[in-house]
């Protein structure tokens, strides 16, 4: 009896410690907007839409954002953001992006990464895999609306596209 009240104070401390460890290294939503975070990575907040509802970031730097659903919006083309989007994030970069993709030619690209070298350039670069295209930050400056009557239009072509290869 005397070993248990002389060592589980330690143990209960310990296990307490533990615990406290591994609940700051969970990802966790954060009251900083999505929007502003950018801002202060050197991005631009119109990035990602207005119909973000949360997002988490790690501390590796993992960021995924969730959004109201699957939608469209316009900045120099067409872009498809999926319900959640994912990259590593770290100053001016977003790369290994998942869940965004931009019409080029009447085909989706998957985005990789967007990349913002020197703010006053006013350029900001994104990786589509077959090349890399500049575009004005301004298009950017503001988060855009989605809307998820678009879904239908991408996920149509896609189909018609499929039809007419059978």
């Not at 005397?2 to 307490?16: D, E, R, V």
């Not at 790369?95 to 967007?114: A, D, Y």
Request: glycine share 8%; proline share 6%; aromatic share 10%.
């Amino acid at each position: 009896m005397a070993f248990l009240q002389n060592h589980c104070p330690h143990h209960l401390s310990l296990l307490g410690f533990l615990g406290f460890l591994i609940f700051l290294s969970l990802p966790r939503s954060h009251s900083i907007s999505i929007h502003d975070l950018l801002r202060t990575k050197g991005l631009p907040a119109g990035l990602l839409p207005k119909e973000v509802q949360s997002y988490t970031l790690s501390e590796t730097g993992l960021l995924e954002v969730f959004l109201d659903g699957p939608c469209l919006t316009k900045f120099d083309t067409m872009a498809f953001y999926e319900s959640v989007v994912r990259a590593n994030l770290t100053y001016g970069r977003l790369t290994g992006v998942e869940g965004l993709s931009q019409e080029e030619l009447f085909l989706w690209l998957p985005v990789k990464g967007i990349i913002v070298k020197d703010p006053k350039s006013g350029l900001i670069l994104f990786d589509i895999g077959v090349a890399h295209k500049q575009l004005s930050l301004s298009l950017f400056e503001d988060p855009p609306d989605c809307k998820p009557q678009g879904v239908l239009k991408k996920n149509s072509r896609k189909e018609k596209g499929f039809e007419t290869q059978r």
